[in-house]
């Protein structure tokens, strides 16, 4: 199989170009094209192999999102000429990512188990258990770095430092909030739960748009909504999907993206198992069959969508 590892393209009009951790985008006057490449990130670590068909779960799971959430937020996409790309407006993003948890999880969870009972700035009860539901979602932004970690940051150190003015903070986290039990109603039809995701957004003529990705298992997790119950009351780990089997495979080989901590090696067994579980989450998650694209020259299938998209 094909894997995308990264494309260098050049079209016509092409004003800029940037690499993400796993979205290679291209910049025009008025619009960004981005590609999905099957790069995968955790710890904001790029890891170093590619995982087949991952790039065409994230943008048709963000691209299925992004349309069925257009009545509460204007969202950035215009266009999926291809499997793996996304066509939408330029907007300016805003300097935060409003992370949204209904449940103690993942890096939440470690904190708590730290000792930490304030999360960016929110407060949490004593006596939460790993994966517990939390009394109301909360939102624990975090900074947006380019390069290396992104950072907590609470809601009063965002307006203090003017990385985002309070009238459209409040307007961010109203967004978030109503996007975030749209994504509970649609994953509990499916006999999921959203546990937590991360919304970006940005501006573009004094109008905010959602923007990026949008419920998928890079910016979420999710619960078996039919053995929660269960597993909460024997103790046990919850049945999720999400990309956190893969930062816990990490960490179970001495990896969390510390300073001279080295990737471990993945096999071909491994990353193969990452490809199914990606797919497993866009089928679960959408309710859809997921029909890869299976084409021996998959980057020159991308630069002909793209070339006659752009026309």
Aim: charge should be negative.
């Amino acid at each position: 199989m094909n894997a995308i590892q990264e494309t260098n393209f050049h079209f016509p009009g092409q004003t800029g170009f940037y690499r993400g951790k796993v979205r290679d985008v291209y910049a025009f006057p008025d619009k960004l094209v981005m590609i999905a490449s099957d790069r995968i990130s955790a710890f904001d670590v790029v890891l170093p192999r590619p995982i087949p068909f991952k790039g065409q779960v994230l943008n048709q799971t963000a691209a299925y999102f992004l349309k069925a959430t257009v009545d509460i937020v204007p969202n950035w996409l215009l266009d999926v000429p291809d499997p793996n790309v996304s066509i939408g407006l330029k907007c300016e993003p805003y300097a935060v990512e409003m992370v949204v948890r209904g449940y103690l999880a993942g890096h939440a969870w470690r904190q708590y188990r730290d000792g930490h009972r304030t999360l960016c700035g929110v407060a949490l009860p004593e006596g939460l258990r790993e994966n517990d539901r939390l009394p109301t979602p909360i939102i624990t932004p975090s900074t947006k770095a380019h390069e290396g970690h992104d950072e907590d940051i609470s809601r009063e150190e965002i307006l203090s430092k003017g990385i985002v003015s309070e009238p459209e903070y409040v307007q961010l986290e109203q967004y978030a909030l109503a996007l975030f039990a749209r994504g509970t109603e649609m994953a509990a039809q499916q006999g999921l739960i959203l546990v937590d995701t991360k919304y970006e957004f940005g501006n573009l003529d004094g109008k905010v748009y959602l923007i990026d990705e949008v419920h998928t298992p890079d910016s979420s997790r999710y619960f078996y909504a039919d053995v929660y119950a269960q597993n909460q009351q024997a103790g046990q780990p919850q049945k999720q999907l999400s990309k956190e089997f893969v930062r816990e495979w990490l960490i179970s080989n001495g990896f969390q993206g510390k300073r001279g901590q080295t990737v471990p090696p993945m096999s071909d067994e491994w990353v193969s198992q990452i490809t199914k579980r990606y797919i497993e989450l866009f089928e679960t998650v959408t309710g859809q069959r997921f029909q890869p694209d299976e084409t021996t020259d998959p980057l020159a299938r991308i630069e002909t969508n793209i070339r006659q998209a752009i026309k």
